[in-house]
């Protein structure tokens, strides 16, 4: 955690790991004054819950209080209404004089983006300067030198009165279950991948990657260079700033519960697990089986154990933990992290449309979102799951340009049922551009028979949309099994 700057606790339980922590209490809009109040006064009332990112607490005094929490080491921290306390709880108190509310805004109803508009936003030139430090923890919910929620017009995550997380854009539609049923029953499946595996090997190629084809080759310097291997689907091999992570990975035969039933991957993995390189961290996009293995989060737990730092969305924790993980960072969106040894690449969460779900009971109760990558050098946007939605904009204003981005091309007809959770080729140039991607990859196709496009369909129609937003068709690449492409030395060169 940082030693300064202000931040929202989400989770009550936090609070428990910072003895040294004093909460400042803002009275409701209808109180003019300010109060500072201690940790043991605040785990003393016994009457507190969360809502929307703040903490609200019932007071023996009986007025309803908001906090945003603020952390100091002990050796730093003042005493309530010491030096600098006085004239900042002036400041508040004509804030609220002026109308404004010092806690931050509320997030707003299920349908709309929610917005959180800080008193003092921070520059954008300190998003990814000074020193940051890592969290110690090998478990943690959250741990973070800056909240970007804090910054204005940022869309954060939301929830329904059920506690389901939301999608806030007006893009987002489920479709319903009369359009489900003549998906699964009355639509023609146009994907017709071969049963031929040589015809298949022709088509789709898997190669073996440079770590399996050359096992004492040397890894990518921490220099300007960067590096992905496409391992199929949606799994990517990242080399950057002398950080190496994989994306949503995937190495079973199905993606599903059981590897008897489900969907069967028609193109298998270009390696296993025991010939990847040292890996430094995993990213996770959300919960659905083609994205989070349970076989393939068993097998690198074992290889790396302890090592191996997993970056996944707010509601995972319980579950990576139960598969026997133990260094897990969960995120909210806009929140960010590193992995220890390597503080000057960041990893924040960002937003994506898509949903969760894994079993019949847990419906939207784990986040979904992309990620964003960023390094001295370079920096890496992976898209994950998601439909298109104006947050891309957001993400490419607030991180952009990257230097590349792993965005999906696949699994998008028929669109009255994909539209609102899988982009198709030409949605994904729209978000190759909102992010500012100088150079993109090609993901979440030729692996798993998802949607009833053509097997081969995607970069052709990739290719095409290229063409008609008057792009160069070699910005947005697509990569073999197992091929890899280096950006960033004096020649782009593919291995």
């Known amino acids: 955690m940082s030693s300064h700057g202000h931040f929202l606790f989400t989770d009550v339980r936090n609070l428990s790991w910072y003895p040294c922590l004093f909460v400042r209490a803002y009275k409701s809009p209808t109180h ?3 109060a500072d109040i201690s940790l043991q006064h605040y785990k003393k009332t016994k009457k507190c819950h969360t809502s929307d990112g703040f903490i609200a607490c019932s007071l023996p005094c009986r007025f309803l209080c908001i906090f945003r929490a603020e952390a100091w080491p002990c050796h730093q921290m003042e005493e309530p209404g010491g030096a600098g306390d006085e004239d900042e709880n002036q400041v508040l108190m004509e ?3 002026r109308g404004s509310s010092p806690g931050g805004s509320p997030r707003t109803e299920e349908g709309s983006p929610a917005v959180v508009r800080p008193r003092d936003p921070p520059n954008a030139s300190e998003k990814i300067s000074g020193p940051r430090q890592s969290s110690s923890s090998r478990s943690s919910r959250k741990s973070f030198r ?3 929620r804090l910054e204005e017009d940022v869309t954060v995550s939301s929830r329904d009165v059920y506690g389901r997380f939301t999608n806030p854009w007006p893009t987002w539609r489920f479709p319903s279950y009369a ?3 003549r998906f699964l029953l009355l639509e023609k499946n146009h994907s017709d991948v071969p049963s031929s595996t040589e015809v298949l090997d022709k088509e789709l190629p898997v190669e073996k990657p440079w770590f399996v084809r050359d096992p004492e080759g040397a890894s990518m310097s921490a220099g300007s260079a960067l590096r992905v291997t496409w391992l199929g689907h949606a799994s990517v091999l990242v080399e950057m700033d002398g950080v190496v992570f994989l994306t949503d990975p995937i ?3 199905r993606a599903s519960p059981f590897q008897f039933v489900g969907p069967k991957r028609y193109r298998g993995p270009p390696c296993t697990v025991g010939q990847l390189p040292k890996i430094d961290a995993v990213l996770i996009s959300h919960s659905h089986y083609d994205h989070l293995d349970a076989g393939t989060v068993t097998q690198l737990n074992e290889r790396f154990g302890g090592d191996l730092r997993w970056f996944v969305p707010l509601g995972l924790m319980d ?6 993980c133990e260094n897990v960072i969960e995120l909210d969106w806009w929140e960010e992290n590193c992995v220890p040894g390597h503080d000057e690449v960041t990893f924040v969460c960002t937003p994506a449309q898509h949903w969760c779900k894994r079993t019949p009971m847990d419906e939207n109760k784990v986040l979904w979102g992309s990620w964003s990558v960023l390094g001295p050098c370079n920096r890496f946007f992976f898209a994950g799951d998601t439909g298109y939605c104006p947050v891309f904009q957001e993400i490419g204003r607030r991180f952009g340009p990257f230097d590349l981005a792993a965005i999906p091309i696949g699994a998008y007809l028929p669109r009255d049922v994909m539209r609102g959770q899988h982009v198709d080729p030409e949605e994904a140039v729209l978000i190759h551009k909102d992010v500012q991607a100088k150079h993109s990859v090609a993901i979440h196709w030729g692996t798993f028979a998802l949607a009833h496009e053509y097997y081969l369909e995607p970069p052709l129609k990739l290719k095409e949309a290229m063409e008609k937003n008057g792009l160069k068709v070699e910005q947005f690449f ?5 091929e890899s492409r280096v950006l960033n030395e004096d020649q782009e060169v593919f291995e």
């Open 32 to 34: 003019s004054a300010a």
């Open 95 to 97: 804030e609220e004089k």
């Open 146 to 148: 800056l909240d970007y």
């Open 179 to 181: 359009t489900l049923l």
């Open 251 to 253: 190495f079973s035969q």
């Open 319 to 324: 579950w990576m933990q139960k598969s026997g």
């Open 478 to 482: 697509v990569l073999n099994h197992g």
